[in-house]
């Protein structure tokens, strides 16, 4: 069973560019849920979804920023118009419909220029 | 309110045994997590506990108390590779899945 898949590894964009970066959950798993990491800082929630539905976004930036998790195909997170502050390690986890314990994905080092 | 309190930065040596604890305060607790994450990689699982008392998986154990809203994590003949951050989670009752994280405790194993 692969684990948690992320796409790209690594992403440089300019400010004002849009980011998109995917999430393939474990086989099985139902629930995504998305991080955001600051060098030498703590995981920061962002957006916990299951297929079609958006359960908790209390952790998105209300601008800019937006999350989906389709019936067929990856979790995508969107970042509009990216400024500098945007650059950090995204990470995804996935966990399946009966258990609370997440498996996180290697991560999505974004840079923006 | 729902909060996660560990400590920032713990140094040990090699062979010894050091104890990383965490306190929570949760609405609705359900289990505790704990993550080990290397520098620069994903958070990996450790350990969850949701009953009071230790839980042993090799050199690793996990301990919660309930009543007292706190946790630990027990390592045992530290490694150099053990360097990491420790994470600590809780989860809340119901049907939101989202966890309660705290900052991490970096730890620094020295020979």
């Known amino acids: 069973n692969a684990g948690v898949m992320q796409n790209p590894r690594h992403l440089v964009r300019r400010r004002g560019q849009e980011a998109r970066l995917r999430c393939s959950p474990m086989k099985g798993h139902s629930h995504v849920y998305w991080y955001r990491q600051l060098p030498e800082e703590g995981l920061k929630f962002m957006v916990y979804?299951?297929?079609?539905?958006?359960?908790?976004e209390s952790g998105m930036p209300k601008e800019r920023f937006s999350a989906e998790f389709p019936k067929e195909g990856p979790s995508i997170l969107r970042i509009q118009q990216v400024v500098r502050g945007d650059s950090a390690a995204y990470f995804c986890?996935?966990?399946?419909?009966?258990?609370?314990?997440?498996?996180f994905g290697p991560g999505t080092r974004l840079t923006v220029l | 309110g729902q909060n996660i309190d560990q400590p920032t930065e713990m140094t040990a040596t090699e062979g010894a045994i050091v104890q990383i604890n965490c306190t929570y305060q949760?609405?609705?607790?359900?289990?505790l997590f704990w993550y080990q994450q290397h520098a620069g990689e994903a958070p990996t699982f450790l350990s969850y506990n949701v009953l009071d008392g230790l839980e042993e998986k090799g050199r690793f154990s996990s301990f919660l108390s309930r009543s007292k809203g706190y946790s630990y994590l027990l390592l045992k003949e530290l490694q150099m590779k053990d360097s990491a951050s420790y994470l600590c989670a809780a989860t809340n009752a119901g049907n939101n899945r989202k966890l309660i994280w705290g900052l991490g405790t970096s730890l620094a194993v020295n020979p």
């Open positions: 979804l299951q297929k079609e539905n958006i359960i908790d």
């Open positions: 949760t609405s609705g607790f359900n289990g």
């Open positions: 986890a996935s966990s399946p419909p009966a258990e609370d314990t997440q498996y």
